[in-house]
């Protein structure tokens, strides 16, 4: 029961927000007590938060999968954007953004662990873009690792709007992407900001 509460918790907050939804609401769509719930959870923020860390597995998990299909270096950054353009496709509002304006201690908490695994990803997206000759080689790959991942999470923090983050974002790859590309990265990039589903 536990799992099936997350579960809807987690759909219901990412498509109508963290703040509006209530214990009421979520009991109200399971067809369940608020007692039920509460028998798990103390209190809203505490269902909130594993609500958040069930996300952040679940955004894990499906990296390490997108890693493992064998994409080039700038395939694999619009399959990721792609990705989570689907995944938060229900969401009104940026869940970024209200975790930061609603949940601070919750969104400070889940932020460490989403900034050291970012930056990981970012730096070993960017030696494999340099190993596939896609990425110019002279690049400071920590440094263009932490500007990426600053202009990205600065989008999501800021933006009030799922729909309009996600305009910023590719925005922000294209930029990225631009600023580290050999010619046969810029063919690459060209080819993808060519599919009309991005």
């Excluded at 979520?26 to 369940?32: D, F, L, R, T, W």
């Excluded at 509460?38 to 390490?64: A, G, P, R």
């Excluded at 970012?122 to 690049?139: D, M, P, V």
């Excluded at 933006?159 to 046969?184: G, N, S």
Aim: aromatic letters at 12%; proline letters at 2%; charged letters at 30%.
């Amino acid at each position: 029961m536990k799992e099936k509460i997350i579960e809807k918790a987690t759909d219901m907050f990412l498509k109508l927000g963290f703040k509006s939804i209530t214990m009421d609401d979520i009991a109200g769509e399971m067809c369940i007590s608020k007692k039920t719930i509460y028998k798990f959870f103390c209190n809203k923020e505490v269902l909130v938060e594993e609500t958040v860390e069930k996300v952040h597995d679940d955004v894990e998990s499906t990296m390490h999968e997108l890693f493992s299909k064998g994409y080039n270096a700038i395939e694999e950054n619009f399959e990721i954007r792609q990705t989570f353009k689907e995944m938060f496709k229900s969401a009104d509002t940026s869940p970024v953004y209200q975790l930061k304006k609603h949940y601070p201690e919750i969104y400070e908490k889940v932020n460490k662990r989403r900034t050291q695994e970012c930056k990981i990803w970012f730096k070993a997206n960017i030696e494999k873009g340099i190993a596939q000759g896609l990425y110019r080689s002279e690049i400071d790959v920590e440094t263009f690792a932490a500007f990426y991942y600053i202009l990205v999470f600065q989008i999501n923090e800021s933006t009030l709007y799922e729909k309009d983050a996600v305009i910023l974002e590719l925005k922000a790859l294209e930029y990225h992407t631009r600023a580290m590309a050999t010619e046969k990265g810029l063919i690459e990039l060209e080819k993808q900001l060519s599919n009309p589903n991005i």
